[in-house]
């Protein structure tokens, strides 16, 4: 989370609209879904890593290192797919073992099913990726309040994603000072002092809770978290990539 | 001088518990005064500084801002906290936004006031504290003084003619001491009241000129910091020292 929250402030693209950035990345998540062949989400995977870098400044290891993680839960997922179980041998299938009772196989339609899905999910996934790695919350919850989504919505994720920092800062200042009085010196102690840990971190929420409200209200809080809108800066060539993002992709369709 | 803010005679408790936490604290500020508020831990200064903007309403006494008695009906409560600024002690507990500008723009907004004017209170109370580079940053990267003079901007940029300050220069360095000190330095020059609330007696013997002592739910003194330091059983009392006053070498206190 912290990685992908830096590079979201530590990026060249940070300050194009958030609602561009939106925009191009649903579209090429529409487009791999629904034009679904591999080619397509390969090509998609490698524009978004290629605008990540070239064009973000994001280091190529970085969305790498993202794409690969969920590559791996995706291949995890499609292996079921990929790889058939049964109590006999599967029909038509281009290879088989037997382990016991059980019969281990695959047919080609069913390596190729496998292959399609991955690919297609992978060019969704790039596209997310681009869009996280670049734009940082508050924008995206600023681009929700553009699009009017409910107030309530939009003051809690303010509130927690701020917050999510502060507490996580206090369980690692609570885990030191007690690791530091051997809290942790064995499994046992380990159990007892993350148990206390814990529903301290419950009781110190909550205080923080009421403390926030006093501040917030000593500054007119009335019912919701007015902020100003942010500025964004206007970049042309932000259409001209995103129609030859699209247009590859479609060419990608039809030639493969 | 006609005093910008008064309490007379506060009593509060909290609910459910059996000590009151003020006893009929008494204590006017005059305008444009530089405060220093020294207590103890315990003694009901973080009781009787929420009295002053009304977030909290004493069980019995009275609330005076510029010579009139506080009202604590919806309206005039936004007009006091308009006027009456706190900064708090821990600023994590003030910023609620992520964005720093944002956090800022939190306030003049709840006073109803227009993209515009809001664009320019926050780009001035920014330039007060010296954060206009820190605008743009997120706000769980910044350190403790930066997020402290952020929290400052954000009561600021409602333009208060007092400001109360809980501690914020506790876990300042040095150096970023005086950068905060500076910034109230410039806010009294504007006319403005302000109070600062510390441990820190030095602040309390160069930079104010009012020192008010606190001591279990009441005001014992309020006075020029000579006069306070000079009252030997008076430090004794609330466990304060005068900075010049060092123990003989050797010897004991």
């Known amino acids: ?256 | 001088m006609m005093p910008i803010l008064e309490l007379d005679n506060l009593h509060y408790r909290y609910p459910g518990h059996g000590a009151p936490a003020l006893r009929g604290a008494t204590l006017s500020l005059p305008t444009g005064a530089r405060v220093a508020l020294l207590a103890r831990n315990g003694c009901g200064k973080s009781t009787l500084l929420p009295h002053c903007n009304g977030i909290l309403r004493p069980d019995s006494g009275i609330v005076r801002f510029e010579g009139r008695r506080l009202a604590y009906d919806r309206r005039s409560l936004r007009e006091l906290r308009r006027r009456v600024g706190i900064v708090f002690q821990n600023p994590d507990d003030q910023l609620f936004s992520a964005s720093v500008a944002q956090d800022i723009s939190f306030g003049p907004l709840n006073l109803g006031l227009g993209e515009r004017e809001t664009r320019r209170l926050v780009q001035a109370a920014a330039e007060m504290c010296e954060i206009t580079e820190l605008l743009e940053r997120p706000t769980h990267a910044l350190g403790g003084g930066q997020k402290t003079r952020v929290a400052l901007a954000g009561v600021l940029a409602m333009d208060p003619v007092v400001v109360i300050a809980d501690e914020v220069t506790t876990s300042l360095d040095p150096w970023m001491r005086r950068q905060v000190l500076a910034i109230f330095q410039r806010l009294v020059a504007e006319g403005r009241t302000v109070v600062v609330a510390t441990h820190d007696v030095e602040i309390a013997h160069y930079w104010a000129d009012l020192v008010v002592v606190m001591n279990e739910g009441r005001i014992v003194a309020a006075d020029g910091s000579d006069c306070i330091f000079a009252d030997e059983a008076l430090m004794a009392f609330v466990g304060l020292r005068d900075p010049w006053r060092l123990p003989p070498v050797g010897g004991r206190e």
């Not at chain 1, 487009?31 to 280091?59: E, H, K, Q, S």
């Not at chain 1, 690791?179 to 909550?206: E, N, P, Q, T, W």
């Not at chain 1, 993002?245 to 060419?251: E, G, I, Q, R, Y």
Request: proline share 4%; glycine share 10%; net charge positive.
């Open chain 1, 1 to 256: 989370m912290y990685i992908i929250d830096r590079y979201a402030y530590a990026n060249r693209i940070r300050t194009v609209g958030p609602g561009r950035k939106c925009g191009l990345a649903l579209l090429v998540l529409l487009i791999c879904l629904l034009l679904d062949r591999p080619a397509v989400g390969l090509v998609a995977t490698g524009w978004m890593w290629g605008l990540a870098t070239l064009w973000a400044g994001l280091p190529a290891r970085v969305f790498g290192r993202v794409l690969l993680a969920e590559g791996v839960f995706l291949a995890l997922a499609v292996l079921g797919v990929a790889v058939g179980l049964g109590l006999a041998p599967q029909p038509g299938a281009s290879w088989s073992w037997n382990v016991g009772p059980i019969w281990v196989g695959s047919s080609q339609a069913s390596v190729e099913t496998a292959l399609r899905l991955v690919t297609r999910a992978l060019g969704g996934a790039a596209a997310m990726n681009l869009l996280a790695l670049t734009t940082p919350l508050v924008n995206l919850v600023d681009l929700l309040r553009r699009l009017r989504a409910p107030v309530l919505l939009i003051d809690l994720m303010t509130v927690m994603y701020r917050f999510v920092f502060t507490i996580l800062g206090s369980l690692s200042r609570m885990y030191t000072a007690q690791d530091s009085r051997l809290g942790y010196v064995s499994l046992r102690r380990g159990l007892a002092s993350a148990g206390l840990l814990g529903s301290r971190l419950f009781i110190d929420a909550y205080q923080r809770s009421q403390r926030l409200q006093t501040a917030l209200e000593s500054r007119g809080y009335a019912g919701d978290l007015r902020v100003l809108p942010i500025r964004y800066r206007h970049d042309n060539r932000f259409y001209w990539l995103s129609m030859g993002v699209v247009a590859s992709l479609l060419l990608a369709r039809v030639a493969l």
